[in-house]
């Protein structure tokens, strides 16, 4: 009964190190596929008087897309509105003036945008946003 018991022990011990090795193997190869991409959003002064400029930067690059033309783009929001696209470019950075015409909060966000025609274009990413306080 005791050389029943030593070898399933063994078995079962064998069959864990087996299992142990094909789950590190599944692990080192499930490795995440993910491009690499780079955005970032900035502004000249976080108080402004009404009626003055605000210069936005933008900078950011992907590789998502592969050949696909990428376009950064600068959005706005004023108050608590919707986001409106004010700018793109196909180059790595953008940066723009932007007029303060409302009292309140302005927000700046910008995106990387892949541009696979005239009608389909695909967010690839979001900035945080930056905010203004116009006085």
């Not at 079962?12 to 599944?26: P, Q």
């Not at 897309?65 to 706005?76: H, M, R, V």
């Not at 950075?93 to 696979?116: D, M, P, Y």
Request: some cysteine.
């Amino acid at each position: 009964m005791n050389t029943l018991k030593t070898l399933v022990s063994r078995r079962a011990g064998a069959a864990a190190a087996v299992a142990a090795i094909a789950v590190g193997g599944l692990a080192v190869g499930a490795g995440t596929a993910s491009a690499k991409s780079v955005l970032d959003i900035g502004v000249s002064s976080h108080n402004v008087a009404l009626g003055h400029y605000v210069h936005v930067s933008a900078s950011g690059s992907t590789d998502a897309f592969g050949p696909t033309p990428i376009q950064l783009c600068i959005d706005e929001r004023v108050g608590a509105g919707a986001w409106k696209q004010i700018a793109c470019s196909s180059k790595d950075g953008l940066g723009l003036n932007v007029r303060a015409q409302h009292r309140g909060e302005i927000q700046f966000r910008s995106q990387l945008v892949g541009v696979f025609s005239a009608h389909h274009r695909v967010v690839d990413r979001t900035s945080a946003t930056d905010a203004v306080r116009v006085r």
